[in-house]
């Protein structure tokens, strides 16, 4: 993040930058940003030792209004000057504690990331994992939506939109032609991709709040998707950053009169937007996923941490691809990974193999089913502890698949299994498959108990009891 370490280095800061606002972020359970800020004034040691109260009874999947106060308590460590704010602020993430015991919270998402990479210490297989998600995201010109008792609409826009390509002068300006067609955006250069500043100016902001970024560029999709990767780091310091990455993309979208969005499937007929994510296991500064001689330079601790991943996937991604609309994107096509097998180089494998670089230290494993609408200390949290367990019981992924997974014989393709078709199977397959979860108390059955609970009920029924749009289409006249 920054220089920033100690209680004391912050106070410093405050006093050496003229800061006027401290702003205290907290995630909640299903992965958005929480904040308030108080003056720097007020800012002194007692903050980062004792805490500030909040209402956790107004925060989606935490307290009762009977238990309703609830504790933050500063990390130093994660402060960052905010890079869009025009009142000089320094953010601080906090974690969440219980006022009466002062024990970490159970439900806090950041609290789950810290005690997974505690448990993997405990294990002894390793001492760090790695983390790399590449997040993808969208760039519309406009969005409308809406509903009610007898209406449900959306309507999205984009100067790159392929639908504009015969678009009349006063839209969008003069028309210029050169519109992206369907899952054609890949890595062409401006004029067709029209976003390189916009991304280069959301790099910028996010390396002066302190996050490495690797790489940025158009993506697949039509109607400007984007991606902007940033460089592994350990676990809870990866979910911190990428709740830092997703405010800023969000944030600077928006000064340029335009609204970002990592919906997994915004678009009709084109990719999706999804959050491969890299994992590596290393034990005193030396990865453990490297053997020369393995499947695709794949040490067998690698394999069987595949292995968990592939048996415990349908339980996954219920925290990994956590909407009813990811499962628009989890379908066949659009390099949608949605085979529960693995392999090097193959795209449409749950679980990928990179083979750019034959260095020990690039070695690790891509699982590719999360998208960006997950919260990110949850899915980093549950993916190392399936992996974890695969370890643990000698999981045998099975044989790799190294063929073209659309374009399989039949009788070859009916023996791959597929990913769940819908939140609400992998919700059903977390209640019956989360032991694995459970170890080291880094999961505990009251979240997962109402993560599901407030799934089921704010989000799988409110979409399932309502019309949908395109079936006026097909059976208004019937």
């Known amino acids: 993040m920054s220089s920033i370490g100690t209680p004391q280095e912050a106070l410093e800061f405050i006093g050496k930058n003229d800061i006027k606002m401290v702003d205290l972020r907290f995630v909640d359970l299903f992965g958005v940003w929480q904040h308030f800020s108080i003056s720097a004034k007020e ?269 415990h996937a349908p339980a996954l991604l219920a925290f990994a691809a956590p909407t009813t609309n990811s499962y628009r994107r989890l379908v066949p096509g659009y390099e949608a990974p949605i085979n529960l097998v693995y392999s090097q180089r193959n795209r449409s494998a749950i679980c990928r193999i990179p083979m750019y670089f034959a260095s020990p230290k690039a070695k690790r494993v891509e699982f590719r089913a999360p998208d960006p609408s997950c919260n990110p200390y949850l899915c980093f949290a549950a993916l190392l502890m399936a992996g974890l367990d695969g370890v643990q019981n000698q999981i045998d992924p099975g044989a790799p698949i190294d063929k073209d997974l659309y374009d399989l014989p039949a009788e070859e393709a009916a023996k791959i299994t597929n990913t769940p078709g819908s939140l609400s199977d992998v919700l059903d397959a977390l209640e019956a498959d989360h032991e694995f979860l459970l170890k080291g108390d880094v999961f505990t059955p009251d979240l997962i108990e109402a993560y599901i609970n407030y799934k089921r009920a704010e989000e799988v029924d409110p979409v399932r009891l309502r019309p949908h749009p395109h079936e006026f289409y097909l059976y208004f006249d019937v």
């Open 43 to 311: 800012v002194g040691p007692d903050l980062f030792e004792d805490g500030i109260g909040f209402d956790g009874s107004s925060i989606r999947g935490f307290q009762t209004i009977d238990e309703s106060d609830m504790l933050l308590i500063p990390d130093a460590s994660t402060a960052f000057l905010d890079p869009i704010f025009e009142v000089p602020t320094l953010v601080v993430i906090c974690d969440v504690y219980d006022p009466i015991t002062r024990q970490a919270y159970s439900r806090d998402p950041r609290n789950v990331a810290k005690k997974a990479e505690a448990y993997l210490k405990q294990t002894g297989i390793a001492d760090t994992s790695f983390f790399g998600p590449e997040a993808e995201f969208f760039v519309f010109d406009s969005v409308r939506y809406g509903g009610g008792t007898n209406s449900g609409f959306y309507f999205l826009d984009s100067a790159e939109g392929w639908w504009n390509s015969g678009a009349e002068l006063g839209k969008l300006g003069p028309n210029l032609g050169g519109q992206i067609p369907p899952k054609r955006g890949y890595f062409p250069v401006p004029p067709t991709d029209t976003l390189q500043d916009l991304r280069s100016k959301m790099v910028l902001a996010m390396e002066a709040a302190g996050i490495e970024v690797e790489v940025h560029h158009h993506e697949v999709g039509t109607a400007g998707q984007c991606e902007i990767d940033l460089r592994f780091s350990p676990l809870t310091h990866m979910a911190d950053s990428l709740m830092m990455y997703k405010y800023i993309v969000k944030s600077v979208a928006r000064q340029h009169g335009m609204t970002a969005t990592f919906m997994p499937k915004p678009l009709f007929g084109d990719n999706g937007s999804g959050m491969h994510t890299h994992q590596s296991l290393w034990k005193n500064g030396q990865t453990i996923m490297f053997d020369e001689a393995g499947y695709a330079q794949l040490s067998q601790t690698a394999l069987y941490y595949i292995g968990g991943l592939l048996k």
